[in-house]
């Protein structure tokens, strides 16, 4: 029998976190994981008690026009990570993996190269996480160490290599 590997273990958890998602355009999990136990979970969604994106019917964004990666402000959505963050202690989260899947809600394809945003990255580094691990497909993906981010101070204002 041949088990599954843990990183992708732990991705297949978020992906399945990702069915949560109420935003009509990309369906995020993420999970905190330390010393193999897992700390919190988050998808994107609308703040507790707010009309979800799902709810509305609409998109903001989306009928905006606006591409994929800018005007997060005008989003109604609190993003994955920042849920799985504001769900665990500061002291849990220290060295800690955060896990995370991407699905394009039209066709629930998962989405190569996604990336957490410029204010999750700064969420993730004053968390203390250590690495970020991005789902590309459905056995392949991508291990950040945040110290990346933090030693490229380009990467967290949107424009750097990560």
């Not at 008690?49 to 799902?54: L, P, T």
């Not at 989260?93 to 955060?98: N, P, R």
């Not at 410029?118 to 497909?137: E, F, Q, Y």
């Amino acid at each position: 029998m041949k088990r599954r590997d843990k990183e992708n273990y732990y991705l297949d958890i978020a992906e399945t976190v990702a069915e949560r998602s109420t935003c009509l355009r990309r369906g995020f999990g993420a999970i905190i994981v330390k010393n193999d136990q897992i700390i919190a979970t988050g998808y994107n969604g609308a703040p507790r008690g707010s009309k979800n994106c799902s709810d509305l019917g609409v998109c903001l964004r989306e009928e905006m026009g606006i591409p994929r990666g800018e005007r997060y402000e005008l989003c109604r959505s609190v993003h994955a990570e920042a849920n799985a963050i504001i769900s665990a202690a500061r002291n849990d989260m220290i060295d800690a993996t955060l896990y995370l899947a991407c699905k394009d809600m039209k066709t629930g394809e998962l989405v190569a190269g996604t990336n957490s945003c410029s204010m999750c990255k700064r969420l993730i580094i004053n968390a203390g996480i250590k690495r970020v691990v991005i789902r590309n497909t459905r056995d392949e993906f991508t291990a950040i160490y945040v110290q990346d981010w933090v030693d490229d101070d380009n990467a967290i204002n949107g424009i750097g290599g990560y």
